[in-house]
């Protein structure tokens, strides 16, 4: 196994190059109740997108990047998770490749077979209370438009924990 450290000021990150083997979490959603800002990202064919588009639906914002383990390693939960509710027209999906170019996630979509909204940033500047302070980082939003939730790290998505809580964002904080 190879390590590598990274440093940014006082953190430290440490990457594995090597796909773990222990299993995946089941995540335990932090609550959060927060205005969601103005939020752009980018389709891989570059149309630009804002957030507010999915005024009125539960949305999985997931932010990874093709660097990182932990997110090669849940992509394919939240694949199982989206396999779910990809008809469900009150929930949106918005996984958001962060420091990666445009033809790297490309790339990873192509070889990996995945149907998930896959959608990026590059290098640009999320905003606050959605700027990950790791990686993955898995943000829900209500139809009502709030932060309800926030996990950091990867997890197994496709535990019927998050459909529950998914349901419960839908019937408890409908669109206004």
Same mark, same amino acid.
């Given at each position: 196994m190879r390590t590598i450290v990274l440093g940014a000021g006082l953190l430290f990150f440490l990457i594995s190059t090597e796909h773990s083997t222990a299993p995946l979490h089941i995540p335990v959603i !932090? #609550?959060?109740n /927060? %205005? *969601?800002p103005a939020f752009t990202y980018r389709s891989l064919d570059t149309k630009v997108h804002n957030l507010s588009e999915l005024k009125g639906k539960v949305v999985l914002i997931d932010f990874w990047g093709t660097w990182c383990a932990g997110? *090669?390693?849940e992509m394919p939960t939240i694949e199982r998770l989206y396999d779910r509710y990809r008809i469900d #027209? %009150? *929930?949106a999906f918005v996984i958001v490749s /962060?420091? +990666?170019t445009l033809d790297k996630v490309k790339a990873f979509v192509a070889k990996n077979h995945f149907n998930l909204p896959f959608y990026y940033v590059g !290098? +640009?500047?999320v905003p606050p209370p959605l700027s990950p302070q790791a990686w993955p980082? !898995? =943000?829900f939003i209500s139809p009502d438009g709030v932060l309800r939730g926030e996990y950091l790290g990867g997890g197994d998505w496709s535990d019927q924990s998050v459909v %529950? =809580?998914?349901e419960l964002l839908k019937q408890k904080y409908p669109a206004k």
């Open positions: !932090t #609550p959060v /927060q %205005r *969601v997110c *090669v390693e #027209p %009150r *929930v /962060q420091n +990666d !290098t +640009d500047a980082s !898995t =943000y %529950r =809580y998914i």
